[in-house]
């Protein structure tokens, strides 16, 4: 039988929005277990609910380059601090400068 922890995190996923405020309330969670670490049980509950719905076999990776929409291409950006696109080459092959930031976080068995 699921923890009722779980199912009130599964019943809070559903609404829209649901699932970046699920995100947020673990980082709150994270930042209160410094001081708090009775709460290590309902981290373990969202570890377990966000790792089975943020598995592998549910991500697309696509490599960025200048065929990607703007948004993202905005974003990657943003999260480099560029003020510009400077480093970045047209090409149909992205070179390491265009990768993503978090494709460094990947395993590299699964690095392209």
Known sequence: MEPRRQELLRMLNHPPGGTIQLVRMRQDLLRMMRSEPDLAPLDSDFCH?????????????????????????????????????????????????VRPPLLRLLPSRDRR
């Not at 003020?83 to 092959?93: A, D, M």
Request: glycine content about 6%; hydrophobic content about 35%.
């Open 49 to 97: 609910l966000l790792t089975s719905w943020f598995n592998r076999g549910f991500l697309v990776m696509r490599r960025i380059d200048w065929n990607s929409p703007a948004a993202i291409l905005e974003k990657d950006r943003r999260l480099r601090g560029r003020t510009s696109n400077q480093g970045l080459e047209r090409s149909s092959t992205p070179s390491r400068a």
